[in-house]
């Protein structure tokens, strides 16, 4: 039997203020994003916010549904709304924050799996990595340089032919 480690790195800086003027534009597109959130079940609000490779930014906040799992995560809806919106246009970046209404998310909230994966796929269909920025409501911001960082052997189009 052999064994594999697989791993990867993350970059870390200490807030918002730190990033670059770009993203910081980028995670406070997100931010505002969080504040349109439908999320009377969870009270977890997440805003994603998408960098087209032409300059664009689509934003999304997630949409939940008392029917789960009818609802929706920001990041979907981001990405989503980006591949309808422009066609064919390399996503070069997504910026994601979370924010609750009982507490302080004070540490940055990954995308969940459905998410990873979708992004994951729009990589794999740009043949272009997506760069991923995510915080809480305030504290520290990782980034990830493409979605093979956070999603390691994630199932794709090459398995299907």
Do not use: W
Not at 54 to 77: D, H, K, M
Not at 86 to 107: C, F, H, L, M, N
Not at 126 to 131: D, E, F, L, Y
């Amino acid at each position: 039997m052999q064994k594999h480690n697989i791993s990867f790195e993350l970059s870390e800086v200490e807030s918002i203020a730190a990033l670059a003027p770009d993203e910081r534009n980028l995670m406070q597109k997100a931010i505002a994003a969080r504040e349109g959130a439908y999320a009377p079940y969870s009270n977890f609000h997440v805003g994603a916010a998408v960098l087209m490779e032409n300059g664009a930014i689509v934003i999304g906040s997630n949409q939940e549904n008392a029917s789960y799992p009818s609802g929706l995560c920001a990041e979907r809806v981001a990405i989503f709304h980006a591949g309808a919106l422009y066609p064919g246009e390399t996503i070069t970046a997504i910026a994601i924050t979370a924010s609750a209404k009982a507490y302080t998310v004070d540490r940055p909230a990954a995308p969940c799996g459905n998410c990873r994966q979708s992004i994951s796929e729009y990589e794999t269909k740009q043949k272009a990595p997506i760069r991923i920025l995510f915080m809480g409501a305030v504290g520290p911001v990782f980034i990830a340089e493409a979605m093979a960082d956070l999603l390691p052997l994630a199932f794709n189009s090459t398995f299907l032919k």
